[in-house]
């Protein structure tokens, strides 16, 4: 596909894994799309369910790619490397866009050249209903990394990348089976501005029993973020005692949850690590 130099090519990459219940309007978000050049990849992560029977009326408008169930870093990886646009953009397949999520962004590129990443507004679904995020889940915008500490400010389905910017942060971490995405844009947003822009471009549906973000033990997958940042030497000095000192809360509150589940070992691990003068 040839596109200008104003409208460059946008690739989707969307991960799957026993959606076939939702990732149909997935996919028709993106292709109801008002900007005209994208390459939709779907990257079915072993499904075991009717998600090919729901993707096959798009095979001859969407990339289709199957692989055995290596998680959501893994599928997004490949779609990734499969992918050949200079613009990159995630959806999960529960989530859908508004039809000029693309547009938006794209223009934004256009209009910011040395930006190398934004995110759109949301709409969150919860069961069904519409919810307003809690204050601590505010988009914010510039240098977040400080803030990003804490809990995942960027959202897969509300992001859109530059090519570059993988080539020079790497990939999804495939170690972790969630929280791959607050590691990602930690080490993104350590020297890089993650901009917002004032569109709401995604639906944000949650609730559903198979959601990753549903798991208790979510702070060990960004304890294991914050030390491998910390480990890189890529932190300027008041960036690793922020990230120690959340790194250490952290390692406080999963400790003593390990406790009251009765995974004493666990939790005297993270005990320790909360206490030490790393």
Aim: aromatic letters at 6%.
């Amino acid at each position: 596909m040839t596109c200008s130099p104003m409208k460059p090519l946008v690739s989707t990459v969307i991960p799957t894994y026993n959606r076939g219940w939702t990732v149909r309007e997935a996919v028709e978000s993106v292709l109801c799309q008002d900007y005209p050049h994208i390459e939709t990849i779907v990257v079915d992560d072993g499904s075991t369910d009717d998600t090919r029977e729901k993707l096959a009326p798009f095979a001859d408008r969407i990339r289709i790619m199957e692989q055995e169930n290596r998680g959501v870093s893994a599928a997004r990886n490949t779609g990734v490397l499969a992918s050949s646009g200079e613009l990159i953009a995630f959806l999960d397949s529960d989530d859908q866009w508004k039809s000029d999520k693309i547009s938006k962004q794209t223009a934004f590129f256009a209009e910011h050249p040395d930006a190398l990443i934004c995110q759109a507004e949301e709409i969150w679904i919860r069961n069904g209903r519409r919810v307003n995020p809690a204050k601590k889940h505010k988009k914010p915008a510039g240098m977040i990394f400080e803030p990003s500490l804490h809990l995942c400010l960027v959202s897969p389905s509300a992001v859109m990348m530059k090519r570059s910017l993988f080539t020079d942060k790497g990939l999804f971490d495939e170690s972790l089976p969630a929280c791959e995405d607050y590691d990602l844009w930690l080490r993104v947003s350590v020297d890089t501005p993650v901009h917002l822009i004032e569109h709401t471009g995604t639906v944000k549906t949650g609730g559903h029993d198979d959601q990753l973000s549903k798991n208790h033990s979510l702070d060990r997958y960004r304890i294991y973020a914050i030390e491998k940042l910390l480990r890189s030497n890529v932190l300027s000095e008041g960036q690793k005692q922020e990230a120690l000192k959340v790194m250490k809360k952290k390692c406080r509150i999963y400790g003593n949850g390990c406790i009251k589940r009765g995974k004493k070992e666990e939790g005297r691990h993270y005990l320790e690590k909360a206490y030490s003068s790393m």
